[in-house]
């Protein structure tokens, strides 16, 4: 190993060697399976400079040298030099350098610290010094292993030194494995800016190894799932409302599979961004005033991710995009744990834009979402931009409460008062009275319980797709130009109301109690879920109270979306759960009381149970969300 030089330089370009001592990483010992090679997906990216192969697998970087090897094999017996940061270097770089050695290559690395401040000419300089020293040629090579940052900087160096030599991109964070590695974008920041100097100089290899990312604390992985759901929003191929979780690795391949191919596809059909690649810039020009106004203590995704919230609002605003494709994309950003409110106003921002690369004379191109799938390249003017409040709705001014027809036993005030600045009221509505109340609809935003969810659709302009697909609203908001949208929270209160439990849908037989909207809303859950039967039980139907025991040696999961049982009729239950032979879960939507007569006999039963408090609480927190994003 060659020994680091030039380490005086400047304070900000640090040797760091067997360091014990780091902040927001998990030790190595944790990741499982690093030593065994499972399937790899392999992407082509025949870019019309380079064509080469990303690889996307498990336990990749302990055997890389091979891999390497296998894939460039005119490299073999070249000068490698690795450059990493800090954190990066403690937790790969010896298995990464003993597997180099051991298919005959010869390495040295460049450790920098983390943080966006060592993107910098310094830094370049160091690193091109160190190659020079190490007497690097043309033949040899610059592995970048770490982070976007990384990749950035290293893959400059690699393009400018000795006009260029080769590159292996080895990301370890969800952002670059998805972003930064491909596609042959290399720069170094200014004063001025984020990426003022740099070059396009594709790899010769990208190697993704997915168990890197177990090592990624929150706030890294939440900025990779900032580029990720910006691909979801450019091509619907990428799911944006079921993209995986961190630790459904088999999942995420899929997912990071998918985002790269859409990368890809721009990046061949425009490979210096003189056109639509551009598009890739979806939420970026926003998103780099933000990182620079920030002092780069944003990461780049979280930024991103705020510009994508952004710019959609802006799309809402001007016409251009429903509301409701907002409420998506911004669901699923708060889902990623990604904050989305704007800590800047936008002439703080416009400054910054103004020197944006894109900007032509007073216009720039600005990447519009259109709809989920339908995003455009459109020359905007840089004084409408500047007059547009990134300030979200003054929730002070916002009436809003709950429609119903019997609403005294309801909870819904007191969790609003909670959750936001807003006047929240109860709103009993009698039956013969509902279509003249929404024919002049008096509030800003509502939500809706039993038994208007269903009745209430025909009044909305704009639906949420789970709404629509349900056919029972319970969150309705009016917009700007008087137009109302409807959502079904309770789909997502469900979600959570399942997870608390621990229940494993999958395959199960599952009977819903009752017929109404909170009926639909389960019924369609447990479809998405993948249950293997689900029977709805109403007194009128085909399967009522009277033909129970067709099922009792069936049933696995009772869901009960009736009133029945509800505060101060506590001495009813919809049905006796001693005839249920293989029952496992009980389900009960009604929160007052706390414990139903059918989830009594149920506990003594010794089945689990769980009532309705976690989903009123979860789609009371989603639909405040929805109200703050009122335009």
Not at 57 to 65: S, T, V
Not at 149 to 158: P, S
Not at 515 to 542: F, H, N, P
Request: glycine content about 8%.
């Amino acid at each position: 190993m060659n020994s680091i030089k030039g380490i005086n330089r400047t304070e900000r370009v640090k040797s760091i060697k067997n360091t014990n001592s780091i902040e927001n990483v998990n030790n190595v010992n944790n990741i499982k399976n690093i030593n065994s090679i499972e399937s790899i997906k392999k992407i082509k990216i025949d870019a019309k400079s380079k064509s080469y192969d990303l690889l996307i697998g498990r336990g990749l970087l302990a055997n890389i040298g091979q891999i390497i090897l296998d894939n460039i094999p005119d490299s073999k017996g070249a000068r490698i030099c690795i450059v990493t940061d800090r954190n990066v270097d403690f937790l790969y770089s010896d298995q990464v350098m003993a597997s180099l050695a051991q298919a005959g290559y010869r390495s040295s690395k460049y450790v920098i610290e983390p943080g966006e401040a060592s993107k910098d000419l310094a830094n370049y300089q160091a690193i091109i010094d160190h190659m020079s020293e190490a007497e690097m040629t043309r033949q040899d090579m610059v592995l970048a292993l770490g982070g976007g940052l990384v990749g950035d900087l290293a893959g400059f160096c690699a393009a400018t030194y000795q006009r260029g030599i080769g590159l292996v991109q080895v990301p370890t964070s969800l952002l670059a494995m998805i972003d930064s590695s491909v596609g042959g974008k290399t720069a170094i920041n200014t004063g001025h800016g984020k990426n003022q100097i740099g070059t396009f100089y594709q790899p010769d290899l990208v190697v993704c190894d997915i168990e890197s990312l177990k090592s990624l604390g929150d706030l890294d992985w939440s900025s990779g799932m900032g580029e990720m759901l910006k691909y979801a929003v450019l091509d619907k191929s990428l799911d944006i409302e079921k993209i995986a979780s961190r630790s459904d690795l088999g999942a995420l391949i899929e997912n990071i599979y998918q985002a790269i191919s859409i990368k890809a596809k721009y990046v061949l059909a425009d490979e210096f961004d003189k056109g639509q690649r551009q598009a890739l810039n979806l939420g970026h020009t926003l998103g780099h005033a933000i990182e620079k106004l920030s002092d780069y203590k944003l990461r780049h995704g979280q930024a991103v991710a705020i510009g994508l919230n952004l710019i959609s609002r802006y799309a809402v605003a001007r016409g251009m995009m429903k509301f409701s494709d907002l409420i998506t994309i911004g669901m699923a950003l708060d889902k990623a744990g990604l904050d989305i409110n704007c800590p800047y106003d936008m002439d703080q921002m416009i400054d910054i834009i103004r020197v944006d690369k894109k900007r032509q004379g007073d216009k720039i191109n600005l990447v519009i979402p259109r709809s989920l799938g339908d995003c455009q390249i459109v020359e905007t003017d840089l004084d409408d931009l500047a007059s547009f409040d990134t300030r979200p709705v003054n929730t002070r001014d916002i009436r809003s409460g709950l429609l119903g027809e019997k609403l005294s036993h309801s909870k819904s005030p007191e969790l609003h008062a909670r959750l936001g600045d807003y006047d929240y009221q109860l709103y009993e509505i009698i039956k013969d009275k509902i279509d003249s109340y929404m024919e002049n609809y008096p509030l800003d935003c509502s939500n809706v319980t039993i038994p208007y969810k269903q009745t209430l659709v025909k009044y909305c302009d704009d639906l949420s797709h789970r709404a629509q697909s349900i056919g029972a609203v319970n969150t309705i908001v009016r917009l700007g130009d008087g137009s109302l949208y409807g959502d079904n929270t309770d789909y997502y209160g469900f979600s959570k109301m399942v997870e608390a439990l621990g229940l494993e849908v999958k395959g199960k037989y599952v009977l819903i109690l009752g017929s109404g909207g909170a009926s639909l809303t389960v019924k369609a859950y447990m479809e998405d879920m993948g249950a293997g039967t689900i029977v709805a039980v109403s007194r009128r139907g085909q399967d009522n109270y009277d033909n129970l025991d067709s099922h009792y040696e069936k049933v696995h999961i009772i869901v009960n979306a009736t009133p029945i049982g509800m505060y101060p009729h506590l001495d009813e239950a919809p049905l006796d759960l001693a005839g249920f032979k293989r029952l496992e879960a009980v389900l009960d939507l009604i929160y007052n009381p706390e414990e139903t007569k059918l989830i009594s006999q149920a506990k003594s039963l010794g089945i689990r149970t769980i009532n309705g408090m976690t989903m009123l609480e979860e789609q009371a927190r989603l639909a405040s969300f929805i109200f703050k994003q009122k335009i």
